[in-house]
């Protein structure tokens, strides 16, 4: 029987300008609280603004006292303005995920744009 986990998020925060793109978050399709089923959550990144090339990294940052490692989807592609990565989120808790953004991750210091947010995981 697989286990469901609740996850509900607060507003992302971006740090943006300098002419750098903005990152945020798409946690729901807008139809309820975001929720996923034994583990697996797919977390989408939005790039703006529209056509912005380039790559994100995602990072979910792990409760303090649970004892699992950070989750990282390496750089991936931009396609339309979004990047997903889908997380098994193993523990409940409060997790932090933060997205960076590179224009050519291959680049010595790539990352020129983050965002952060907080997820709740619930068992």
Same mark, same amino acid.
């Given at each position: 029987?697989?286990? /469901?986990?609740?996850?509900?998020?607060?507003?992302?925060?971006?740090?943006?300008? =300098?002419?750098?793109?903005?990152?945020?978050?798409?946690?729901?399709?807008?139809?309820?609280?975001?929720?996923?089923?034994?583990? %697996?959550?797919?977390?989408?990144?939005?790039?703006?603004?529209?056509?912005?090339?380039?790559?994100?990294?995602? +990072?979910? $940052?792990?409760?303090?006292?649970?004892?699992?490692?950070? /989750?990282?989807?390496?750089?991936?592609? $931009?396609?339309?303005?979004?990047? =997903?990565?889908?997380?098994?989120?193993? +523990?409940?808790?409060?997790?932090?995920?933060?997205?960076?953004?590179?224009?050519?991750?291959?680049?010595?210091?790539?990352?020129?744009?983050?965002? %952060?947010?907080?997820?709740?995981?619930?068992?």
């Amino acid at each position: 029987m697989a286990s /469901l986990l609740g996850a509900t998020s607060v507003p992302a925060l971006a740090d943006s300008g =300098n002419g750098t793109p903005l990152l945020s978050f798409d946690f729901s399709d807008n139809g309820g609280a975001a929720s996923v089923t034994g583990g %697996t959550f797919n977390v989408k990144v939005d790039v703006l603004p529209e056509g912005t090339g380039g790559y994100v990294r995602t +990072v979910a $940052i792990a409760p303090a006292d649970s004892g699992v490692s950070n /989750l990282v989807c390496k750089f991936r592609a $931009i396609t339309d303005s979004r990047v =997903n990565c889908g997380f098994d989120f193993s +523990v409940p808790g409060i997790w932090m995920i933060k997205a960076q953004f590179a224009p050519d991750p291959s680049v010595p210091s790539p990352v020129t744009a983050v965002g %952060t947010t907080v997820l709740r995981v619930g068992n």
